[in-house]
Structures are given as C-alpha cells and as structure tokens.
C-alpha cells in the first residue's frame, strides 16, 4: 500500500438533499441518488475472512443486472425492492435477510431467460478450465449478447415516491406498479408506456461520427470497430428525476430530454451535435442537469417548466482531455469520459462541483464550477477550460500500465472522490467475453485512489492510493459514510471479494472472500449496500445478497 498523505481530521460529509419525487429509504436510482454520488448513509460490512455459502442468497433473474431500486413497505413490516435486466422486472423482498422473488414481468420485446437457462449459463461459466473454453462456449451460446441484448434494456432504472419503477428500454420508457400496493405478493403491472418518438433518434448521424473518428484516429480499417459501431444504435440510457417531479433521461445519439412522469405533454429536448451521451446524468436542486458527453461536459437547465442550454440561463459546455485513439475493453472503442458526472459540495462553505475522469489514456480526475465561476478563479495550468476548479493526474501510487481509466463511476462521499482503475488493457471483444475472462483468465486492472477536495485551497489532493487492489469487470464501487470505506468488488488469488478500504487511510478494513463463482461477477453493475447493511452484489446471472457478520 502507499500512502500519499493523511487527511488531518475527519471530515463531515454532506451528501446530495433527498429528492422529494424518488423513493426514500435505500437508493431510489442508479448511482444512488439524484446527484449520482454512489455514496450511501448505510453502516457496511467490517470483517475479514471467508464467507460461508448460507450467508449467499442469489435470484436467478437473467444474465447482466445493474442496481436494486426503492423501498416498498407493506403492513405487518414486510419491505421489497425492484429490479430489473433485459428480459424482466422482478419484485424482491428484502426485510429480515429474505432474499426471495416476489412476483416478475417479462419486459416486452426481449427475450425471457428463465431460471434454468440462468444457471445452465452460469455452470457453463464456473465449469471452464480455460479462456478458449469459455470463448468457445460464449460465441455458441451468447453471441454478442452484451452488444445485442443487454444494453436493449435496464441498464438504468429509477423508483418514484409513489413506488412506481421506471425502465428504459431500447424504445420506450416503461413504468411498472403492483396490482395492489398493500399485498407484497401481487402481480408487478406495466402502468403506463412513453415510446420514444422516431424524431429523437439520430442512428445514422451518430454511426456517421463514430466513423469519422475511427478514420482520424487512422484506425478506419479496424475491422472489429467498425463491426462495434454498426452495432450501434440511438436510445434512452441514462434516467434521473428533477427535484419538482419530471423525468429527465438522455439519447446515446447526443440528446437530453424532460417529460412528466403520465407523458401528458410534449417532451422538451435539447440535442448537442457532435456529440455522445454513454453514461447516466446527475441532477441538482436548482433544476441543474448534467451530462458528460464524449468530447465536452454539459451542464442544461430546467426552470419553470422550461429546458435550456443557453449560458444566460446558466447553462454551459466545458471541453475536457481525452484521447483520439478508441480505448479497449468495455468501452466499445470509446475515447472520452466513461463517468456519469457526479455532484460534489452540498455544506455550508464547500464548493460546488461535478466531477468525472477524463478521457486520457491515464485519467485525470477533474472538478468544474457547476454555478458561475468565480470571480477570482483562474485557469488551472494544462487544463482545457477556465470552468474547470481542479484537475488531478490519477497515478494509483505510480503504476506503469498504458492505460489507467474507468467505466466505473467516481463515488464521492462530502469531499472525498474515490477512482478505481477499470480498463483492462486487451481489447477483449465482445463485451460479454471482456466482463467473464478479467480475474479467472486474464489479470483484471490494478489500482484505486482516493482524493479528497480542499475547499480553501481550491485543489485535489491524494490521500492514499492501493495498487494491489484489483476490480475487474467495471463494477461501480459504493461508499458508506457510516462506516467511512470504499467498498469495491476485487479479485485476487482466493477469488471474488468485497474489500472495504477506510476514507482517510487506506486500510483494509472489510474483506469478505467470496470465491471463484462467475455468480459475484457484478459486470458492469452498482455494488450496493441493503438498508441493513448487506451487500448488494450486482451479479452477472442474478442479483445477489451477501449477509454481513452480525
């Protein structure tokens, strides 16, 4: 381990104000909260050692699943929580270590995995002695399924204060209920349905602009590239709520929308030409929206029913580093930001910020001014704009590798902006092989980080840095402010675990060994904490609860 520097005193930690339109009571949208800070006011795990099987509860609800959604009460103190992948939506119940499924609806359209192909799929993973096995059995049975199926549909999902579910899928928004909100066991209903009209999407032009920069690059004859981008196609990703009650999501193509929650009205949408939008959003109380796009940072507005991207209306658009060479691994042959942007700076005399990690071959960790910029702030040295407050080279303690760079979200937890290095460096196509080989086959990324914002002196600095970590798989990390650690989903020579490293120091204060089961590969997920403090493992063939020491 190498420590850069201590933090000389506990830090109180502010998190984003609860959204009043979103469930409350455990994370209501992915990354957590309106402000996208997966961080959670939630006492974790502190324990070291292996985990027995009993303390293992698993849902076989499909393959590839994200985040668990909202808290559901019952009377007689039953409590649930929805999920949700590409084939289904699924009611948990959660309340005295249950784990169990309630009722599911198939989302129409996909195609329905059921319980026992979700295992089958799963022993074929544990059961293959080599990389070329599994491959093998992937390109037989799965083929492209990440590409082709998962990303169609529940990547990110959202639960009103109503306990409605919204789920975007490749063509519509889709909002699920219960049958009868006082019977845990009735039947999950599809409420209502908002097809994306055909006039928001922009396929073409955005195949169009992924090419041209393949040409620049002077990769343009990257067959598997260019096979990735014709994949491609335009739809609703990322979802949020505005703190008065609208829907806000974004277009892959380069679009943000609002619409209210009954698609009574029109959609308001603002399209920003040249750009991608292959992350979530965050939002602020002050109708503050945004968007990190492939080549720029947005900030759009909504104010008195109205959508906006022009500065007088406080909007703005920051460039930020990034590299023209397509980076490898889950990010498809993308090159700018692979963060959802977060909001840092919710006290009484902190800054108010967004954060993400550039798009450099080894990332920086940069801050912007979300409001106006101050009138004394000046341009950081080497950075790409004045609206940038801050901007930190992320090193994890000084490793060598070409690449150091994350599709994992930053978590940020009042000061603190926590970075794991997630890009595995062989561009391992299709996506679904990248996710399974990283750990059992090939050796997964090394390296986090934690930062920590100083107010007075507008700047990052390191804490500490652990560059014998390694999270395979881009599985989002989640911070407890209760029990002050990082919690990542890691690899080492025993496995899969659950590490919980401490804010201000970097030690190893949890490390749960889980084992070598594709079961805790959480692919692309949000690792989590249930309102007891059990650990949400996204799972890549159902989610699973990891009871925690009591």
Do not use: C
Not at 72 to 86: D, K, S
Not at 92 to 117: C, K, V, Y
Not at 215 to 231: P, V, Y
Request: net charge neutral; aromatic share 8%; proline share 7%.
């Amino acid at each position: 381990m190498i420590i850069l520097a201590l933090a000389a005193a506990t830090s109180a930690i502010t998190l984003p104000p609860p959204n009043p339109f979103l469930s409350q009571g455990a994370p209501a949208v992915t990354h957590n909260d309106s402000g996208a800070s997966d961080a959670m006011p939630v006492e974790g795990p502190r324990e070291q050692g292996p985990v027995a099987p009993e303390r293992v509860k698993r849902i076989p609800t499909g393959l590839l699943t994200i985040n668990f959604a909202g808290l559901l009460r019952y009377p007689g103190g039953v409590q649930a929580t929805w999920n949700t992948n590409n084939n289904r939506v699924t009611k948990i119940r959660i309340d005295n270590g249950h784990w169990e499924e309630l009722a599911s609806l198939p989302i129409e359209g996909m195609t329905l995995l059921s319980a026992e192909t979700v295992n089958a799929h799963l022993a074929a993973f544990d059961r293959a002695a080599s990389e070329t096995e599994l491959r093998g059995y992937l390109a037989r049975a799965l083929p492209f399924y990440a590409e082709t199926q998962a990303r169609e549909a529940g990547i990110y999902s959202m639960t009103d204060e109503r306990g409605q579910f919204y789920v975007l899928t490749r063509s519509a928004i889709l909002v699920y209920g219960q049958a009868d909100d006082r019977d845990p066991g009735s039947a999950v209903v599809l409420l209502r349905k908002w097809t994306i009209p055909a006039a928001l999407k922009r396929e073409e032009a955005a195949r169009a602009l992924l090419l041209a920069r393949l040409e620049r690059s002077g990769q343009g004859e990257n067959a598997e590239l260019r096979r990735g981008i014709g994949l491609m196609r335009d739809m609703p990703l990322g979802i949020n709520m505005t703190y008065d009650g609208h829907i806000v999501f974004s277009m892959v193509g380069g679009s943000v929308v609002v619409i209210d929650r009954e698609f009574r009205n029109a959609p308001q949408v603002v399209t920003v030409p040249g750009e991608l939008f292959t992350n979530s959003l965050s939002v602020d109380p002050d109708g503050g929206i945004y968007a990190v796009g492939d080549r720029r940072m947005h900030k759009f507005v909504w104010r008195r029913g109205k959508l906006s991207d022009r500065p007088r209306d406080g909007a703005w658009s920051s460039p930020y580093d990034l590299t023209e060479s397509p980076l490898p691994g889950v990010r498809g042959g993308g090159t700018g930001s692979g963060t959802t942007a977060t909001l840092l700076g919710f006290g009484p005399g902190e800054d108010r910020l967004v954060v993400i990690a550039d798009g450099q071959q080894r990332m920086n960790i940069v801050a912007f001014w979300r409001d106006a910029i101050p009138r004394d702030a000046r341009r950081q040295p080497g950075t790409a704009s004045r609206r940038i407050a801050g901007q930190m080279a992320v090193t994890m303690g000084g490793i060598a590798d070409p690449y150091i760079q994350t599709e994992a979200s930053i978590g940020v937890a009042g000061p603190y902006a926590f970075v794991l290095n997630g890009m595995a460096p062989q561009n391992i196509k299709p996506d679904l092989d990248n996710l399974l080989v990283q750990g059992p086959f090939r050796t997964p990324p090394q390296g986090v980080e934690m930062f920590r914002w100083d107010h007075a002196g507008n700047r990052w600095d390191s804490l500490w840095a652990r560059a014998d970590i390694s999270t395979p798989a881009a599985i989002i990390p989640v911070l407890s402010t209760v029990s002050r650690q990082a919690y990542v989903m890691g690899w080492d020579s025993e496995g899969w675990n659950v590490t919980g490293l401490d804010f201000d120091s970097g030690r190893t204060e949890t490390r749960m060994v889980l084992g070598r089961s594709q079961q805790f590969n959480g692919a692309w997920g949000v690792l989590q904490l249930l309102p007891d403090g059990d650990v949400f493992i996204p799972g890549i063939a159902g989610p699973v609860r990891v009871a925690r020491q009591r």
